[in-house]
């Protein structure tokens, strides 16, 4: 490995040397093919911005298949230790393990490194096939809690000696008649972790001069949890940030300018109004589970999720995971033909992250060049009309020929 540096984290902020060494998993499936066009994408830029002055020095781990082929384990304690040392990381897509204790990688990894906050950008490139009639008025950035509600996993199965005496117990305190053939699960939402994943959500805002953070929930059934979130989250904005946001009612929707409004929504119906009236949100910050689906849901509307990037944060400790937020698409394994801009946009996201921006803006700058010329992987082609269809690979190179346009 050529000679690079840790990036260090002091009083709350990275710190980034000129060569940092950055941890990589390839992924499974499709993985290996993204991550070959990303590299190249993120190389290219930072090369084109500072020549030999700066340059990422790729660190290789393993997880997933290609790790349980190497040494039987599916994700390794050093994996787990190199984005703990190495503090910023990046990750092509998982498979996910059939049996056996682990349910999900990605849930694992979360839960090792306590990457508490899913952090999914959703924006729209021009020319880019979308099922809405204005995708140009999305721009929201989904802060997603990542480390509890029933996504953590407390799960009983039906009929099981676990289930039974939970069923029971619950029976005789609580006089809750469950049926006992039922299978239980537990949603664990806490006010320490959603002050933390609002605070995160609040500081990106404030960061990147955002309009609105908006707190999507079920709070009208489920009170104590979804409900509560809502609650704890307007006290964060008002006893943390009580200069820089108003609340919805404080304004009746009108923030004076300059503050950020804090509003939300119930579920339901952002599904609706993400869709029908997409511009009256920006930052979203949500639970686990409606984190989700909302991501997936948005990625549609701006091409799907091989166009949408993602990042797993924990700024307190200063460590982050950027990853596609697609699958492994096992049946474009080493076809070499799958979109790359979901790891491609994570990788910015990274460089952003680094404070390394000039990059990042870089590369951004050159997929739209790339989509304004109609220049698209399979996925995008079929759907439009007057394409050029490419190879991941090919993507990523016009990507580059585009930079050095851009340059
Ligand atoms: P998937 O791998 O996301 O693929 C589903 C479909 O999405 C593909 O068949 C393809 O659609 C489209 N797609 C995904 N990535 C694409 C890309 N880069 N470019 C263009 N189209 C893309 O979901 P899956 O088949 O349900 O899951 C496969 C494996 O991945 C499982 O083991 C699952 O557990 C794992 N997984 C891992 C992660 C992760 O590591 N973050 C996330 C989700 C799933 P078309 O067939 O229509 O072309």
Not at 151 to 167: D, V
Not at 356 to 365: F, G, P
């Amino acid at each position: 490995m050529e000679q690079g540096e840790k990036i260090e984290f002091r009083d709350g902020a990275l710190v980034v040397p000129d060569f940092p060494i950055i941890p990589f998993i390839k992924g499974d499936g499709i993985g290996p093919d993204i991550w070959k066009a990303t590299r190249l994408v993120v190389e290219r830029a930072v090369s084109l911005l500072w020549g030999e002055r700066r340059k990422i020095v790729w660190k290789e781990v393993h997880a997933g298949q290609r790790a349980f082929e190497l040494t039987g384990q599916w994700l390794p304690p050093e994996t787990v230790e190199a984005f703990e040392t190495f503090r910023v990381g990046i990750k092509g897509p998982l498979t996910t393990p059939v049996g056996g204790g682990i349910r999900s990688l990605n849930v694992a990894l979360r839960q090792a490194l306590d990457l508490y906050a899913c952090v999914r950008p959703v924006r729209y490139f021009r020319g880019v096939p979308s099922p809405v009639r204005y995708p140009e008025r999305v721009d929201m950035v989904v802060f997603r809690e990542n480390t509890e509600d029933v996504y953590a996993g407390m799960e009983l199965k039906e009929g099981s000696p676990e289930a039974r005496s939970l069923i029971s117990f619950l029976q005789k305190e609580f006089g809750w008649e469950i049926p006992r053939d039922s299978g239980l699960g537990i949603k664990p939402i806490s006010r320490s972790r959603t002050v933390r994943l609002v605070k995160a959500a609040i500081d990106y805002a404030l960061s990147r001069g955002r309009r609105s953070i908006t707190l999507v929930h079920k709070g009208n059934i489920q009170k104590f949890t979804e409900g509560a979130f809502v609650r704890w989250g307007y006290e964060v904005a008002k006893e943390y940030y009580p200069e820089e946001t108003v609340s919805w009612a404080e304004c009746d929707g009108w923030p004076p300018s300059g503050k950020i409004l804090v509003k939300d929504t119930i579920a339901d119906i952002f599904f609706q109004q993400a869709l029908t009236r997409p511009e009256e949100f920006d930052i979203i910050a949500t639970m686990n589970l409606n984190g989700d689906y909302i991501s997936d849901a948005l990625a549609a509307q701006v091409g799907g999720v091989g166009m949408a990037p993602g990042a797993n944060i924990n700024y307190s400790r200063g460590v982050a995971i950027f990853e596609a937020t697609h699958g492994t698409a096992p049946k474009y394994a080493g076809m070499d033909k799958v979109n790359p801009t979901s790891l491609i946009l994570s990788g910015a996201m990274m460089l952003e992250h680094m404070g390394w921006n000039e990059a990042a803006q870089l590369i951004e700058k050159a997929l739209e060049e790339t989509f304004a010329q109609r220049i698209v992987t399979y996925d995008l082609a079929r759907l439009m009309d007057g394409a050029t269809e490419v190879r991941c690979s090919e993507f990523a190179q016009k990507v580059c020929a585009n930079m050095e346009g851009v340059f």
